[in-house]
């Protein structure tokens, strides 16, 4: 995946109808190719007018001023941007991260319930997978509008977390969820309940499992 501009849209790392009956093809399509992809074509617009921009990477990108970073970017550039280009650039970058994120937190016949370490600390943070499911889906009803719901990782514990648009939770995260209409409104309309529900039968739980790992690793 290429991490520095200019950034491409590559491949979902699974067909558009994989998913389905969770999530139906022309979504994943339209979300993938004109959503991440407009995303992108953002980013890379604005980045081509700052040369000193070029080489950073999405987190570096996500830890200049007004963008809000999230653990792993250690290095943190001093440089102001225009308001505009700021908000264009802050956006845009958290709309490539959240989607990418999101994609790859979904695989075809994933397995329906975590293991390993972060099914054990899962247990211990919210009771039991089935605790979790309902917090989680608590807190992807609550994002009004536009945003996301999030499993990261707070001082080595898992916690949920909610953002509106494409803002990007300041803590390392584990997986997400998209509810922005979007990402299930040709299939579900206005039911996001209906749609978090199949999203949850479609979790990709070893990656989450790695992604929960590294996160360890970082503390």
């Not at 950073?56 to 505009?84: K, N, V």
């Not at 989607?99 to 319930?113: N, T, V, Y």
């Amino acid at each position: 995946m290429n991490d520095t501009y200019p950034f491409v849209n590559t491949p979902l790392p699974y067909a558009y109808n994989a998913l389905e009956p969770y999530i139906d093809t022309e979504t994943m399509r339209l979300h993938h190719d004109a959503h991440l992809g407009k995303y992108i074509s953002d980013l890379n617009e604005v980045l081509a007018i700052y040369p000193a921009l070029l080489k950073m990477s999405l987190d570096e990108l996500l830890s200049l001023p007004g963008c809000r970073a999230y653990p792993q970017a250690r290095f943190r550039p001093r440089i102001i941007l225009p308001p505009a280009d700021a908000l264009k650039l802050c956006r845009s970058a958290g709309g490539v991260f959240n989607h990418r994120l999101f994609f790859e937190s979904m695989a075809p016949g994933a397995k329906r319930h975590p293991r390993g370490n972060l099914a054990a600390a899962i247990n211990r943070a919210f009771g039991s997978y089935e605790e979790f499911t309902k917090k989680f889906t608590d807190a992807a009803m609550s994002v009004f509008g536009s945003g996301c719901a999030w499993l990261a990782v707070r001082n080595g514990v898992p916690v949920i977390l909610t953002s509106k648009n494409q803002e990007v939770v300041p803590l390392c995260p584990i997986l997400n969820l998209d509810v922005w209409e979007h990402a299930y409104y040709l299939k579900y309309h206005n039911l996001r309940a209906a749609y978090i529900s199949a999203w949850l039968n479609i979790v990709n739980w070893p990656a989450a499992e790695a992604r929960f790992q590294s996160c360890l690793g970082k503390h």
